[in-house]
C-alpha cells in the first residue's frame, strides 16, 4: 500500500499517534515510543479504536513494538510479538519490511541463543534479499548477523559450516565482500577455540 493510500484509509489520530511513537524512537526514547505505541488503537475512554484500521497498519505498529523491546534488550517479549507476526500478519508488510521482519526476528533468535530458529529466520531475509529485492548489501548483512550469532555463542560446527557456505556462495556470485566476511569468521573461530 503506498503512503498516499496509507494516509486516505487510516485514520488521522491513529497517524499522528504512530508519528509521535516514531519520533520517539528515532531520538532514542525507546520505552517511550513502546508505550505510544501500545496504546494507538484506544481512544479517550480507553476503547479499541476498530474502524478504517488495514491489516499492514496492525502489522507495522506491532513490529515497530518489536523494535522497541529489542533496543531496550526485551528480547523474549520482542520474539513474542515477532512468532504473532509470523503466524498472521508478516504476509501483510511491503517487501522491504518483510525482510527486515525477518532479519530482526532473527537477530532477536540470535541474542537468546535459539540458533535453529534464528537460521530458518535468516534463511527468509537471504530469500528476500536475493530474490525479490535483488540486494547483495542486504544479503551480506544477513550472512554477516548469521556467523556472529554462531561466533557468540560458539556454535562451531555451524559457524565453520556457515562461513564455509558463504564463501564459496562468494566465489560462485564474484562477491569479494562476502568472500571477506566469511573468512574473518573463520578467523575469529581459530582464535576463539585456541
Not at 16 to 33: I, T, V, W, Y
Request: glycine share 6%; charged share 25%; proline share 1%.
Amino acid at each position: 500500500m503506498s503512503e498516499n493510500q496509507l494516509h486516505s484509509t487510516i485514520p488521522s489520530i491513529l497517524l499522528s499517534r504512530f508519528d509521535e511513537a516514531a519520533n520517539l524512537a528515532n531520538n532514542g526514547k525507546p520505552g517511550e515510543a513502546l508505550e505510544k505505541y501500545q496504546n494507538i488503537f484506544t481512544d479517550e475512554n480507553g476503547k479499541k479504536i476498530k474502524s478504517g484500521i488495514t491489516g499492514e497498519f496492525i502489522a507495522t505498529v506491532e513490529l515497530r513494538k518489536a523494535y522497541c523491546l529489542m533496543d531496550l534488550q526485551k528480547y523474549q517479549e520482542a520474539k513474542d510479538i515477532f512468532a504473532a507476526l509470523d503466524k498472521f500478519f508478516a504476509g501483510q508488510l511491503d517487501t522491504i519490511a518483510l525482510y527486515d521482519f525477518y532479519l530482526s526476528y532473527g537477530n532477536t533468535l540470535g541474542n537468546l541463543g535459539l540458533l535453529g530458529e534464528m537460521e530458518d529466520r535468516m534463511a527468509r531475509a537471504m530469500n528476500i534479499a536475493s530474490e525479490y529485492l535483488h540486494d547483495k548489501d542486504k544479503f551480506r548483512k544477513v550472512w554477516y548477523w548469521v556467523l556472529h550469532w554462531e561466533l557468540l555463542h560458539q556454535a562451531w560446527n555451524m559457524l565453520s559450516e556457515h562461513s564455509d557456505s558463504a564463501y564459496h556462495f562468494g566465489i560462485e556470485n564474484y562477491d569479494l565482500q562476502l568472500k571477506m566476511i566469511a573468512l574473518e569468521f573463520q578467523r575469529l573461530a581459530k582464535e576463539k577455540r585456541g
